[in-house]
């Protein structure tokens, strides 16, 4: 991820300057915020565009107990079915 250098910002800016970091998220897409200097919470410019559905897996799959235990041990190196 590439990020630009004005895009970090301590997170009590928040509390400070809100719409400081809102204008940055809209002119650079996004903004990391620092907490002891450290990345912390990265905000994101939505983007409906962006937004592949066909790509999303179903979080609902429907697995009997033993379907999703095949699932798994076979994604399990030398496992014993």
Do not use: W
């Amino acid at each position: 991820m590439d990020v630009k250098i004005d895009s970090l910002i301590p997170f009590d800016s928040l509390r400070t300057d809100l719409k400081h970091v809102f204008s940055v998220v809209e002119k650079n897409g996004k903004v990391v915020l620092l907490k002891d200097n450290k990345p912390a919470y990265i905000v994101l410019k939505y983007d409906a565009d962006g937004i592949d559905v066909e790509n999303i897996p179903d979080k609902h799959a429907n697995y009997t107990l033993q379907e999703a235990m095949k699932i798994v041990l076979s994604e399990v190196e030398n496992a014993c079915i």
